[in-house]
Every structure is written in C-alpha cells, then in structure tokens.
C-alpha cells in the first residue's frame, strides 16, 4: 500500500456489529443539516431494525476504513404497491470526516452492481437542494433529473425543494422475471 494511502472495505451491514456505528454517522445528517427530513436521529436499536428489516430484501452496505465503518449505503424498496418491485430507492450516507474520499462512489459502486443482479431495473434517489456533492455524485453515477417536489419539507426554518433522481439499470423488455 502507499503511504498515506488507507485500506477500504465494502461489505454487507450486520445489524448487530453496525448499528451503533452507522446511527452516529446519520445523526449529523438528522440534526445538523437538511439531507434528512427525519427530526430526531435514531438510536442504536433503530438503526439496527432497520438494517435487519431493508437487508432482507435489498443490500445493505458499509464502507470500512482501516477498520472503522466510514459510510453506509442501502436499497429499498421503491413503494409498496406489487408493480414497483423491480424498482428501489438509494441512498448514500458518509462520515462528515470521511467525505471527498471515494466513499460514496465505492458504495454505489457495490449497490447499483448488486440492485442490478438482483433483477431491479431502475433505481432513485432523492435529493434535498441545494447539495452539489449529492448531485454530482448521483450525476457521475448516470441518474438523471426527473422531477422536483417544490416546498415540499419544512426544516431548518424553510421549506425545502427535493429533487428526484433516475438510474435505469437495465432495459425493460418483455415481462421481467421476478426479482
């Protein structure tokens, strides 16, 4: 290795091991910015339901760095309804020391090639604007614009614009087998 250079890891989150760790890192994005329309950040028993409830269907992955768990990314899926199975929502979360790293494009990297293989055709991704490290990771990856919901979140004493996010990670053709 070069120095300077430190090892990165991406594998699947385990509920138990992780929880703490990836509940911290979205807490800053609870509390301290506008990327998370939740109020209060969840705790470590939260974080881990969650992992264990989204990894039974779609993956769930961190990024270590010399061994620390320095991000997170996940599918789920899209909606509820039963024609939406073939589709699923992404979303990206690195620790505020760790950004500008590689992160985020090393976790997408893992999640889109694993959604893909799984048999999902299109992911989206939802962001708060303004946030151009967010778009242009999103836009790196090939998602595209789709729609902006307008005022459609009151945080931080103002209403917040999110800008929906497109990746088709296959072409529709014919009836698809089931994912």
Known sequence: MLPGVTELGVRHADAQRDAARCAEIY?????????????VPPDEAEMGRRIAETSRTHPWLVAERDGDVAGYAYGCPHRARDAYRWSADVSVYIDERRRGEGLGRALYGELLGLLREQGIYTVCAGITLPNEASVALHEGFGFR????????????????????YQLALREPAGPPEEP
């Open 27 to 39: 807490a800053r994005y609870v509390r301290d910015s506008v990327a998370s329309f939740e109020s």
């Open 145 to 164: 614009p789709i729609g902006v919901y307008r005022a459609i979140g009151f945080k931080a004493g103002a209403w917040r614009d999110v800008c929906w």
